[in-house]
């Protein structure tokens, strides 16, 4: 029976009769029949575009019938045609931090725990098209010589995808900012600390304090960063340097997000951490934000910065502990500057980092997360111990 047959039958749409639908309305937009213009400002343009060529495609099939058109089929047919299909479902679920795609498998993390959702792509061809298109928005390159991309998404998610021959399977990884529109507060309503350390952070800003985040991955730094960052005066010039745009702060006027780009094989083009800091001297920030201090040069450079002055500035770094922190920028800043001895360094990083955070993940026995916590915060001495030891304070 033809859909044209069935429909004036059933009056009523069914799975199979919208995924029909759609394949007709994708095709006249693929043979550029129905124009979308990627600029229209906002998704319910879209949405009621579409809702339109929806009612006009079953008008032409079934002229006299009248249908029930189902938001949730034009959200569908939506995600399909511009965004990351199946993918656009959990990136709008507020209780989704990660998605893991492993050729034709997908895996979401929700409120902590890892739920194997199996073989969601009909073909490894579905997930080259959710590549290209990641690719296509991000303008950067992924292909059997560059086999690694690293990009934002269009809502602001972290997403980093590798393919063979490098790995044994096309792995997709998304991290999704499920907080990022949170307050101090509101961390503090879902027990990421108590109130007195609220008061805390609190203090720690209006004093300037130089921070350093640290944390094990996934624990929650960038969010906690973007929280104190918000609490920055709305004065100040504020210089972002991170790899994916993932921090932001809307509402301040003078924030200056600078991102670096990897080298591309066509040109040497590679901005690095340390020349968008050059940089950032140069534009008189009141308050300079890393987003993760993992580059060499750039760890010896945030030091100096900050000793000579950047009041109030801070950085997430990846580590075990306060005491790791201070030991891992040791360690990167010694990699950059290996004549200096270790005393040498620890001076110059004991007189910049005035705090270090530490956050810990609760896990439970299937290491899912079902906790991020504020675990020390260590105020740290601008002198060294009689032995050449960071002086540290725990709250
Ligand atoms: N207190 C919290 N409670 C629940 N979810 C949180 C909390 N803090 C952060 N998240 C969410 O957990 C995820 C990881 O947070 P975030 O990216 O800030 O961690 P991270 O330590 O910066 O990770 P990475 O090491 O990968 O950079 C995000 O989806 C974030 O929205
Ligand atoms: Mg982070």
Redo the contacts with the bound molecule.
């Keep these: 029976m033809s859909l044209q047959e069935r429909l004036n039958e059933s009056r009523i749409l069914n799975a199979n009769d919208e995924n029909k639908i759609a394949g007709l309305i994708k095709e006249k937009i693929k043979n550029g029949k129905y124009i979308f213009n990627s600029d229209f400002d906002s998704k319910s343009e879209f949405k009621d575009k579409l809702f339109i060529l929806i009612n006009n495609e079953l008008e032409n099939l079934c002229p006299s019938v009248r249908f029930l058109i189902d938001d949730e089929f034009v959200e569908k047919i939506l995600s399909d045609i511009f965004g990351l299909g199946i993918l656009e479902k959990y990136l709008n679920d507020r209780e989704v931090?990660d998605i893991f795609i492993q050729d034709t498998e997908m895996i979401v993390i929700k409120n902590g725990l890892k739920n194997y959702l199996g073989k969601v792509f009909d073909s490894i061809d579905d997930v080259y098209l959710i590549i290209d298109r990641i690719k296509t928005n991000s303008n950067k390159i992924i292909d059997q010589r560059v086999p690694f991309l690293n990009t934002d998404l269009y809502d602001g998610s972290r997403c980093s995808i590798v393919i063979p021959p490098i790995s044994d399977k096309v792995y997709i990884s998304i991290?999704?900012?499920?907080?990022l529109d949170f307050n101090l507060k509101d961390?503090l309503k879902?027990g990421?600390f108590d109130e007195k350390t609220y008061l805390t952070l609190i203090e720690l800003i209006n004093d300037k304090k130089n921070i350093i985040i640290s944390?094990a991955?996934?624990?929650?730094?960038?969010?906690l960063l973007n929280t104190l960052a918000k609490l920055i005066p709305k004065n100040e010039f504020i210089n972002i340097i991170q790899d994916t745009p993932e921090i932001r702060l809307k509402e301040h006027p003078y924030v200056r997000l600078l991102t670096t780009r990897p080298k591309s094989r066509e040109i040497d083009n590679e901005i690095s951490q340390d020349k968008l800091l050059f940089e950032t001297l140069r534009m008189k920030a009141d308050r300079i934000i890393i987003g993760?201090v993992r580059d060499s040069m750039a760890a010896y450079q945030m030091l100096q910065a900050l000793n000579t002055g950047h009041n109030g500035s801070f950085s997430?770094i990846?580590a075990d502990s306060s005491l790791d922190a201070l030991l891992r920028l040791e360690t990167l800043a010694l990699e950059y500057k290996p004549n200096l001895n270790s005393k040498v360094i620890k001076k110059i990083i004991s007189r910049s980092i005035d705090t270090v955070i530490f956050l810990e993940n609760e896990m439970d026995a299937n290491s899912n997360i079902v906790k991020?916590k504020i675990k020390e915060i260590t105020l740290l001495d601008k002198d060294l111990d009689e032995r050449g030891d960071f002086k540290l304070k725990y709250l």
Excluded at 175 to 179: G, H, L, P, Q, Y
């Design positions: 931090t991290r999704i900012f499920n907080c961390l879902i990421m944390g991955m996934g624990s929650g730094k960038t969010t993760e997430t990846h991020r």
